[in-house]
């Protein structure tokens, strides 16, 4: 972790064991820092995998080689380095990740196929494969870590570690998910966050792993934004160890799939809304939902477009209620609007009705709903049933003190 906590920040909660998984963290040394930056995850035999990447054209290989490893649908251990991501590194990249999952696997007793990758940090410098060597070998003869050693093992500018649980019962046995993320910057998401891994000791057929963590994923990750910069890295990968003894869910006919659907869902919910909470230089926490639109799809967009403006975010961050900011963002969008019925609400107040400021509205309520640390922003386009709501945080000057400091 680094620098001042953010204000936005939530404590880490009391996270229970996950059976069939085994966590220890280590110091590979990728940074002149004096602190473990390389996690690492065994996960029982019958482990399923799913997960969703970047979609950067850019991608780093430990990118390709979850994309690849993931439709076998089974995992036997995962890796994390924290203070490089090894992207735009080309075949030295892809040496250092075969590397690690070659001697985590002849360790394990696997192939290398079961183990996942991922890494975070500075691009364009390849990972030194002894150090991360090394690293491997001192985790796998390290004590079993907590969730919270992990959380903090995996952050590179986070300022507080971040994870989550939630629970559901499928088949009438209770089964627990259990994640953690790291995110603070480049964050604008086309498929995930930064780095983010969800466990759970449900049974699970990793195709359906994979539709559901797909859909919850177009939720919630997908709907946070922190700056508009989409990762090399980005991945979210969930692990089911199928410890708990259900019925193994197949399809939403099985007894208790709507409820893990549900419960996948708000925990990938819970953590996207932790990155954004620890959104470099972020000091608000703000909801945008745009309902009215032609469609599902059209709303999303404009709501992005709202989120990823600088000229709304610095409004917000200087607690001014410029709505004219707001009607900016949603004409540039692209997508269908009409400013003669546009509607726009800060907060419960609404300030423009039907392409007009509201006559003679009172800006007292606004002015303290934008001094607080949760912010709503409401619009509504008038033309059909379309619906969508993001995350995103203010734009601070401490945004630009942390990237440009970054590499230092």
Known sequence: MSGPISPLASPFPDLPPIGGVHVAVARAGYKLWERTDLTYVALDVGTAVAGVTTQSKCPSPEVEWCRKALPLGRARALVVNAGNSNAFTGNRGRAAVEAITARVAAN???NPSDVFVASTGVIGVPLPIDKAEAGIDAVLDAPEAGWLDAAQTIGTTDTFPKGAMTTAVVGGVTVTLVGIIKGSGMIAPDMATM????FTDAAVEAPFLQSMLEAANRETFSCITVDGDTSTSDTVLAFATAKAGNPPL??????GADAFQAALTDLCRQLAHLVVRDGEGASKFIQITVEGAQSDSSAHRIAMSIANSPLVKTAIAGEDANWGRVV????KAGEPAERDLLS???GPTQVAQQGLAVEDYDEAPVAVHLKGREIEIGV????GEGR??????????GYISINA???S
Do not use: K, N, P, Q
């Not at 780095?195 to 969800?198: A, C, S, V, Y």
């Not at 197949?250 to 007894?255: I, L, N, R």
């Not at 509504?380 to 033309?383: A, E, F, I, P």
């Not at 969508?388 to 000057?397: E, I, P, R």
């Open 344 to 346: 726009i609400r800060f």
């Open 108 to 110: 394990v007793g696997c």
């Open 328 to 331: 900016m963002a949603v004409g």
């Open 250 to 255: 197949s399809s939403f006919d099985d007894a």
């Open 380 to 383: 509504d386009l008038g033309l």
């Open 388 to 397: 969508a709501t993001v995350w995103t945080c203010d734009l601070t000057h």
């Open 195 to 198: 780095l983010g891994f969800i």
């Open 405 to 407: 400091d970054y590499r």
